[in-house]
């Protein structure tokens, strides 16, 4: 069984390249909208969602996860930040955080359901979307999370779970990988 809703969640790549063509006001306010439409726990809606599309604002923060990943013990993660090219988003042009109020039940569970809303509705139009964990690992550290807290809209009390850059894609969609063997069991 099929429909158009399962072809966009079968078809949603991250897409780690793209074009500089600034999404439409009527495309993000759609994946904005789909965003609001995620299930929470206990219909709280505990988040925020800071849409960024400052080039120089995305460059600072791009600038503050370089240092952080070369400054990391993880040499996978220092030798990305190595590279010429590094931009954590890809050279996407809209960034959208989504922070939660600590506080709610499920904050963390609530916005990563509205980030993937926000995925899919993008993959309908056919924007690209990449999660960027490294802006949530960012806001672990709380000087670097008060570096920018301000500037991205961030109300007090609340915390980044979720990132996600969106964005034309520059070229095809990748292939997807093969799905795991043996991930269900079906208890009847």
Same mark, same amino acid.
């Given at each position: 069984?099929?429909?158009?809703?399962?072809?966009?969640?079968?078809?949603?790549?991250?897409?780690?390249?793209?074009?500089?063509?600034?999404?439409? %006001? %009527?495309?993000?306010?759609?994946?904005?909208?789909?965003?609001?439409?995620?299930?929470?726990?206990?219909?709280?809606?505990?988040?925020?969602?800071? =849409?960024?599309?400052?080039t120089s604002l995305?460059?600072?923060?791009?600038?503050? &996860?370089?240092?952080?990943?070369?400054?990391?013990?993880?040499?996978?993660?220092?030798?990305?930040?190595?590279? %010429?090219?590094f931009?954590?988003?890809?050279?996407?042009?809209?960034? &959208?955080?989504?922070?939660?109020?600590e506080?709610?039940?499920?904050p963390?569970?609530?916005?990563?359901?509205a980030m993937?809303?926000?995925?899919?509705?993008?993959?309908?139009?056919?924007?690209?979307?990449?999660?960027?964990?490294a802006? =949530?690992?960012?806001f672990?550290?709380?000087?670097?999370?008060?570096?920018?807290?301000?500037?991205l809209? &961030?109300?007090?009390?609340?915390?980044?779970?979720a990132?996600? =850059?969106?964005?034309?894609?520059?070229?095809?969609?990748?292939?997807?990988?093969p799905?795991?063997?043996?991930? =269900?069991?079906?208890?009847?």
């Amino acid at each position: 069984m099929t429909n158009e809703t399962i072809q966009t969640i079968l078809k949603r790549r991250s897409v780690r390249a793209y074009d500089p063509t600034q999404l439409t %006001d %009527d495309e993000l306010d759609a994946i904005l909208e789909a965003g609001k439409y995620a299930p929470t726990g206990a219909g709280a809606q505990p988040w925020h969602f800071s =849409v960024v599309q400052n080039t120089s604002l995305l460059e600072s923060i791009n600038a503050a &996860i370089k240092e952080m990943y070369l400054n990391s013990d993880n040499p996978r993660l220092v030798e990305r930040a190595s590279a %010429d090219d590094f931009n954590i988003f890809y050279n996407g042009p809209t960034m &959208i955080l989504v922070s939660a109020d600590e506080s709610a039940i499920t904050p963390r569970l609530d916005s990563a359901m509205a980030m993937e809303n926000m995925f899919l509705a993008a993959a309908s139009l056919d924007i690209g979307s990449c999660w960027v964990n490294a802006f =949530v690992r960012l806001f672990e550290n709380e000087d670097r999370s008060a570096q920018f807290c301000g500037d991205l809209c &961030i109300p007090e009390g609340y915390k980044v779970f979720a990132a996600g =850059v969106f964005g034309h894609p520059a070229g095809e969609l990748p292939e997807p990988a093969p799905r795991r063997e043996g991930t =269900v069991d079906i208890i009847r």
